[in-house]
C-alpha cells in the first residue's frame, strides 16, 4: 500500500523533505533560517513545512548522524513526536554539545523525519501485573 504525505509548503526558503536515497527510512528536514547555535546552547530551527500524515501514522524527528559525528549537533528531545492531527509548522530543537558555535544556514539538512505506524491501546487499571523474570529491575539491571 503507497501512503502520502502531503506537505504545505509555508515559506519561500521551505524545501519539500526528501529521501537522500533509495530505501532511506528518513526524509531529510531542511532550516529556513541562519542562525548560530553557541556551546551548550539549543534552538529551535524552522522548517517552514507543516504535514498532515497518513490515517494511523506519526512522524519522528532524529539527529543527522553527521552533524553529531562532525559537529556534535543533535536533536533535544530526540525522537521528536509529530502526531496526526498537528498541522503547525514543524521545528527542530538543535542542541549543540560542541566547544565552537555552530552555524545553521538557509537550506541545511538539519534533522530526518521517519514516519512510523501508531498502535493505539485500550487503558486498564488493573491492581497486579504479571511476573516476569526482570520484574522491576531497572538501569543498569544487565550489568556491565
Known sequence: MDYILHVKLL???ARLPEYAH???AGLDLF?????VIKPGESSLIPTGISIQLPP???AQIRPRSGLALNHQITVLNSPGTIDEGYRGEIGVILINHGKIPFTVDIGMKIAQMVIK???LVNIEAVTELNITGRGSSGFGSTGQ
Do not use: A, M, R
Open 31 to 35: 532550516s529556513t533560517v541562519k542562525t
Open 22 to 24: 533509495e530505501g532511506d
Open 11 to 13: 515559506s519561500d526558503k
Open 117 to 119: 505506524p501508531v498502535l
Open 56 to 58: 494511523k501514522t506519526e
